[in-house]
């Protein structure tokens, strides 16, 4: 069973560009979730899909943050305009729906895009 | 006080000892904790979790849960060097589904 994916792998763009970084959950995993990690600090949360559906998106630092995720697949996340604090390591995590069972809401997560604003 | 918190290291242990990394976490009504291993530059790969209070063994690994004291520890038996990583704990907080991070403590295994 292939893993969480990401891509790309690295981004390098300049403060002002505009950078679109892509996920793609576990097949069959509802839950799909953005983290970011900046340097020095944890790793912490951005957003939350249920399926297509925005389920929490408290951690979004700002509206130059927007994440979609059509038909409940893949996700998309946009940062518009790119500022230098930006830069740090965008993970994406998926897990199935709960049902109940025990070990069932564990996260799974892929190998992170590393983003540097210039 | 952090809602997660983890002593960030670095800790040195030598090759064959045990590792004893410790995490304290504010809601006293979280129910999952799980503990994540990242090497450096990689995804954080799940090696535990532990839903009850005691001791959850998986091969070297020992994930031991106190909830009246808010605290979950892992143990490493017999380190290996390839256990030097970054070992982060994550638990959800307050009924929430995502995950609440501690800075992590990164573990050096010396031969």
């Known amino acids: 069973e292939a893993g969480v994916t990401q891509f790309p792998s690295h981004s390098v763009i300049e403060k002002g560009q505009t950078v679109t970084l892509r996920c793609d959950p576990i097949?069959?995993?509802?839950?799909l979730y953005w983290y970011r990690r900046v340097m020095g600090k944890e790793i912490k949360f951005l957003l939350h899909f249920v399926k297509e559906s925005k389920q929490d998106e408290s951690g979004m630092p700002n509206n130059r943050f927007l994440a979609e995720r059509t038909g409940g697949t893949y996700s998309t996340l946009k940062v518009q305009p790119a500022e230098l604090e930006d830069s740090g390591v965008y993970f994406c995590?998926?897990?199935?729906?709960?049902?109940?069972?025990?070990?069932?809401?564990?996260?799974?997560f892929g190998p992170g895009t590393r983003l540097t604003v210039l | 006080q952090k809602e997660v918190e983890q002593n960030s290291g670095p800790l040195s242990v030598p090759e064959g000892a045990i590792a004893s990394l410790n995490c304290t976490y504010s809601d006293r009504g979280s129910q999952s904790f799980f503990w994540y291993r990242q090497y450096s530059g990689k995804s954080p790969e799940l090696i535990m979790s532990i839903y009850s209070n005691g001791d959850k063994e998986d091969g070297r690994f020992t994930a031991q849960l106190n909830k009246a004291s808010q605290y979950v520890s892992l143990l490493i038996r017999d380190s290996q060097p390839s256990d030097s990583a970054t070992y982060l704990c994550?638990?959800?907080?307050?009924?929430?589904?995502?995950?609440?991070f501690g800075t992590g403590t990164r573990l050096t295994i010396i031969p």
């Open positions: 097949s069959g995993h509802d839950n």
């Open positions: 994550a638990v959800p907080l307050f009924g929430n589904e995502k995950l609440t």
């Open positions: 995590a998926s897990s199935a729906l709960p049902t109940g069972i025990v070990g069932t809401d564990t996260q799974y």
